[in-house]
């Protein structure tokens, strides 16, 4: 790429809409993301008996949903960042492209 293309789209107002865009949503993510983590590993960690209730009759204790909804969790947010990355951040980088290479 030659310096003047990288300066064209540096510069580029949309360019710097998506890259505000996209930082701000990934860092939300990540923080909503550490937030579950680690207040599932707290809560491992000083709250064991909360874990260890079984649910009913049979031996499935409280702990295996809820470190499975974590996973769950995980691969939702992923899907939403793919969903919204190819809605917003792709159109706003194929409008960063035309704009740049007129």
């Known amino acids: 790429m030659d310096d003047d293309l990288v300066r ?4 580029h107002p949309q360019y710097q809409t998506l890259k505000a865009r996209r930082t701000r949503f990934g860092w939300m993510l990540t923080l ?14 000083f709250n064991k008996p909360f874990l260890a209730q079984r649910m009913g009759e049979g031996v499935m204790t409280l702990g295996i949903p809820i470190g499975f909804g974590v996973i769950v969790f995980t691969i ?5 960042y793919v969903k919204r990355a190819n809605a917003e951040f792709d159109t706003l980088s194929e409008a960063v492209a035309k704009g740049a290479l007129k």
């Open 8 to 11: 064209r789209i540096a510069s």
């Open 76 to 80: 939702a947010i992923t899907a939403y």
């Open 32 to 45: 909503v993301m550490l937030l579950v983590y680690y207040g599932f590993v707290l809560l491992v960690a």
